[in-house]
């Protein structure tokens, strides 16, 4: 998508000529001035978006692995065996981070982020988990073709697994308990 900012220059360059110097408080320097303003808030906007949905794209992209080698749909007790993997990807540096802080010293924040998280994770675990549908047979297909984009997940089905085995429906994007 072209910036706003670059039409903007474009224009008073046409109008002005390309060696004609803006007055620091004129018509065309506020003009650039909004431009550049715009530009930068859709670049933060999309930079926070793309930061929030970060964890769902490794989570699903988790399950897309677990499910390279086979064509069938999954049975509960192998998705929630899927769950257990994802919930202990981050044992082994949280370990290496605790052996390596010394007695009586504070956790690093790495080492609380990572706690936290997975204080979060296991909380959602017990309500329910949102994952791919894995027990959809055409679902697991798709998922297996999945491209790694934001925007191509809208066609997958989504499911949320309780930590006692029940499974229901969800919707994509996540949004609480959906």
């Known amino acids: 998508m ?14 002005k000529g390309k060696n004609a110097s803006l007055h620091e408080n004129s ?3 506020k003009r650039l001035q909004r431009a550049s303003g715009r530009d930068d ?11 929030q949905n970060r964890p769902y794209l490794i989570r699903v992209k988790h399950f897309q692995t677990c499910c390279q080698d086979h064509d069938l749909a ?3 007790d192998e998705i929630q065996a899927f769950i257990s993997q994802y919930l202990a990807r981050d044992d082994d540096e949280l370990a290496t981070l ?23 994770e296991q909380g959602e675990y017990t309500s329910g988990f ?7 047979v055409d679902n697991v297909k798709m998922l297996k073709e999945w491209d790694g984009k934001w925007a191509s997940l809208g066609q997958l089905k989504f499911a949320r697994v309780a ?5 229901r429906e969800s919707i994509f994007p996540p949004k609480g308990l959906s």
């Open 41 to 51: 808030k859709l670049n933060r906007l999309t930079t926070m978006r793309e930061k």
């Open 27 to 29: 018509r065309d320097t």
């Open 98 to 120: 605790q052996a390596e802080r010394r007695a009586g010293r504070p956790p690093s924040t790495r080492e609380t982020l990572l706690k936290q998280n997975q204080v979060t």
């Open 163 to 167: 930590k006692d085995g029940h499974a």
């Open 130 to 136: 949102w994952l791919p549908d894995l027990q959809d």
């Open 74 to 76: 999954f049975p509960i």
């Open 2 to 15: 072209p910036s706003r900012l670059s039409k903007v220059q474009k224009h008073i360059t046409k109008k």
